[in-house]
Antibody, heavy 121, light 107 residues
Framework: QLQLQESGPGLVKPSETLSLICTVS??????????WTWIRQPPGKGLEWIGN???????YYNPSLKSRVTISVDTSKNQFSLKLISMTAADTAVYYC?????????????WGQGTLVSVSS | SYVLTQPPSVSVSPGQTASITCSGD??????ACWYQQKPGQSPILVIY???KRPSGIPERFSGSNSGNTATLTISGTQAMDEADYYC??????????FGGGTKLTVL
């Protein structure tokens, strides 16, 4: 059974950089039909797509966040990561990592449990 | 950018049929999927590729997609189905788009 687990700080200061890692277990991150995805959800609000990465390193970002986001992949560790610079209170959210299956028409079939990131001084 | 629109809330009586819509320009030309999210939990996929159910999802969940509207239908709605539901589409440029979410109340 595939599992995804987010890890990283729960608190970030304004203007600093958020760094999160998603560790994939129970399957390879190098599968040819999968994009590895970051999604966030501000408290009490809806889901927002941040970006995807393919195991080859190709990335796709939400245009509204593109200037601040970097997603990378480490196939040797079966991990992918998120960096979000210049954090503000508006970036406070639960951050999820997930697997997008292109063979299932872009559905997110496995999700991590999510990690709450608060932005505060 | 592509926009998906959902009603903020839908109410249904136990045992009745709930329908949640998701509207987007020519949405029927894409595939839609649906997620259920209960408080404090991660979303789970309940419908993919317009009308397919992942393993373990009850048969009472079904989906359709035509024209500008995708619909999630829950037949014989149970109290355990009370949750937030999100539609999602993925276009050829590999961008992911979510609807704003619908709170389903079973009362």
């Amino acid at each position: 059974q595939l599992q995804l687990q987010e890890s990283g700080p729960g608190l970030v200061k304004p203007s600093e950089t958020l760094s999160l890692i998603c560790t994939v277990s129970g399957g390879s991150i190098s599968g040819s039909h999968y994009y590895w995805t970051w999604i966030r959800q501000p408290p009490g609000k809806g889901l927002e797509w941040i970006g995807n990465i393919y195991y080859s390193g190709s990335t796709y970002y939400n245009p509204s966040l593109k200037s601040r986001v970097t997603i990378s992949v480490d196939t040797s560790k079966n991990q992918f990561s998120l960096k979000l610079i210049s954090m503000t209170a508006a970036d406070t959210a639960v951050y999820y990592c997930a697997r997008l299956s292109s063979s299932s028409s872009g559905s997110l079939d496995y999700w991590g449990q999510g990690t709450l990131v608060s932005v505060s001084s | 950018s592509y926009v998906l629109t959902q009603p903020p809330s839908v109410s249904v009586s136990p045992g009745q049929t709930a329908s949640i819509t998701c509207s987007g320009d020519k949405l029927g030309d894409r595939y839609a999927c649906w997620y259920q999210q209960k408080p404090g939990q991660s979303p789970i996929l309940v419908i993919y590729q317009d009308n397919k159910r992942p393993s373990g999802i009850p048969e009472r969940f079904s989906g359709s997609n035509s024209g500008n509207t995708a619909t999630l239908t829950i037949s014989g709605t149970q109290a355990m189905d009370e949750a937030d539901y999100y539609c999602q589409a993925w276009d050829s440029s590999t961008d992911v788009v979510f609807g704003g979410g619908t709170k389903l109340t079973v009362l």
